[in-house]
């Protein structure tokens, strides 16, 4: 078990459920659980959404991309900086949802400690996982894709590649904290993810689209 406790990161993709007074009411319910329950709870909205939320709540506002560009004549791309200047404190890299590659996620890495951003690199398998982890980032984030969005928890599911995962990563780099993502929808899916070594879980639609948040983000932090 960590000895921290472990966080929650709700990803809020682009769902109709997720940007505008959408995303506040995501939001707020999460800061009123994380309040209550004394978890961390990290909220990954869209781009237009970072410096309201970031203003608005006292939760910790990740980017859900960016790109390994420096400042410049970069049109269309995603820079740590302006992303740091909107209010974020981290992002995600390389999502199953905008995978990059292994040159792309190195530099967009390197991007954000520049900026100060923590940093959450998702994978697909163990392989992948410890190669990741050699890029030193804050978190690598184990989620295979084929349970993303399924309501089939990968905790239940595929057990195994979380606990490799975990070995996997801390062989390159104790340093590095692991999270559990995919189908992700309960306490008892975030408590099976911290026993198998995860420092958290990464999820979305199973709090996203849920017609009461604060209930689901409750019942996600009781067995913790």
């Not at 595929?158 to 999270?179: H, Q, T, Y």
């Amino acid at each position: 078990m960590p000895e921290e406790k472990p966080v929650i990161m709700i990803n809020f993709k682009t769902y109709n459920e997720s940007y505008g007074f959408r995303a506040h009411d995501i939001a707020e319910a999460a800061e009123t659980v994380a309040e209550e329950s004394g978890i961390e709870i990290v909220i990954c909205p869209g781009f237009m959404d970072i410096h309201p939320m970031s203003n608005h709540y006292r939760l910790p506002v990740f980017a859900q991309h960016i790109d390994g560009i420096s400042p410049g004549a970069h049109t269309g791309h995603i820079l740590a900086e302006a992303v740091r200047a909107a209010g974020a404190t981290g992002t995600l890299i390389n999502h199953s949802e905008r995978r990059l590659t292994l040159a792309d996620i190195s530099a967009a890495v390197d991007a954000a400690k520049r900026a100060n951003l923590k940093t959450v690199v998702c994978t697909n398998n163990t392989a992948t996982s410890g190669a990741a982890a050699a890029l030193s980032p804050d978190y690598v984030a184990i989620e295979p894709p084929e349970l993303i969005g399924s309501g089939i928890s990968v905790a239940t599911a595929d057990p195994e590649i979380i606990e490799n995962s975990v070995n996997a990563v801390k062989s390159v780099n104790k340093d590095v904290k692991v999270l559990a993502g995919a189908g992700i929808s309960s306490g008892s899916c975030v408590k099976r993810a911290v026993e198998l070594g995860s420092d958290g879980v990464l999820l979305a639609s199973g709090v996203v689209k849920a017609e009461d948040p604060a209930t689901v983000l409750r019942d996600l932090v009781s067995k913790i």
